[in-house]
């Protein structure tokens, strides 16, 4: 199985930036992670601050599904949101923190009604999770 988990803006920031929201986990540490816990999934990572590049990763990958966190652009683009909707491959969205109980504007996923599900709220465990979820569908 191929995945390419794409990570938005400010996650080469993760286990520096607000470590009471989104742990201490760094973006490095978490790859990591997943790429001891899934020795049968060949992974490609991207991150990235612009929303171009995030696109552009999603459109041209050759994969067998996808796990995104848009981070920011999650609530604001439609760009990226038309990217998902462009393409076959499965996304599975993935966020650190809750976002619904954060502030207001945090409330409403722009990308999520194009992805095959959401994970929310249960920190870096989200990716694995994402992960689970990918293999029990390739599996079945």
């Known amino acids: 199985m191929r995945l390419l988990v794409v990570n938005g803006p400010n996650l080469n920031l993760l286990g ?5 929201i989104y742990g201490s986990t760094t973006l490095d540490d978490l790859q990591l992670s997943l790429v001891s816990s899934f020795e049968n999934v060949s992974f490609s990572f991207v991150q990235s601050n612009h929303e171009g590049e995030l696109i552009d990763a999603i459109q041209k990958a050759k994969v067998d599904g996808i796990v995104l966190n ?9 760009a990226l949101r038309d990217a998902i909707a462009s ?31 959401s994970i929310a709220g249960l920190g870096v465990k ?12 390739h599996a079945g």
Request: charged share 20%; with cysteine; net charge negative.
């Open 16 to 20: 520096k930036r607000e470590p009471e």
């Open 70 to 78: 848009g981070a920011g652009f999650t609530h604001t683009s439609v």
């Open 87 to 117: 393409i076959t491959t499965p996304v599975v969205e993935v966020h650190i923190s809750n976002i619904a109980a954060r502030e207001s504007f945090r409330h409403e996923s722009i990308t999520a009604a194009e992805c095959v599900g």
């Open 126 to 137: 989200g990716y694995h999770l994402a992960v689970e979820y990918f293999l029990s569908q």
